[in-house]
């Protein structure tokens, strides 16, 4: 039924990270799917706030993210299934979304929080990825 799994990893959030990771393992080897790993470092939404970092300073971000990313996969996935790990700096859902259309995903894996006020006002990313996907989407509560 899946042939390709995004897993929209957050870092920040390491028990909702842990369970992404084992749901999507868990139906990586249900179906036979190759998996391909996310994580989207926020962007600062204000351009004024973004213009006090310099493009070096992103790349460093970036990279040092990727870092970050390699040491808990190396850790924390396991090593029966390949994947391959992507960062990228922007909207989160609006990433998310975008590749999983570029690498074709049939289902998109990510965790949510426990929902309060303001994401009732303005919708967390987990609720507008589930709204706008033209994929399956699999919401880990954690």
């Not at 493009?55 to 391959?84: F, G």
């Amino acid at each position: 039924m899946f042939k390709s799994i995004l897993l929209a990893i957050d870092l920040n959030d390491s028990i909702s990270a842990h369970r992404v990771a084992e749901t999507g393992f868990r139906l990586a080897r249900d179906h036979g799917a190759e998996v391909h790993i996310v994580n989207v470092i926020p962007d600062f939404g204000m351009s004024i706030v973004g213009s006090y970092f310099s493009s070096d300073q992103t790349k460093k971000m970036v990279a040092d993210e990727k870092r970050r990313i390699e040491a808990w996969a190396a850790a924390e996935l396991p090593d029966d299934i390949p994947y391959d790990l992507t960062v990228i700096k922007g909207h989160v859902y609006d990433n998310i979304l975008k590749t999983a259309n570029r690498i074709g995903a049939d289902v998109i894996v990510l965790g949510s929080h426990k929902p309060d006020l303001e994401d009732y006002l303005l919708g967390p990313n987990a609720a507008r990825v589930v709204r706008h996907a033209k994929q399956s989407v699999f919401v880990v509560r954690g």
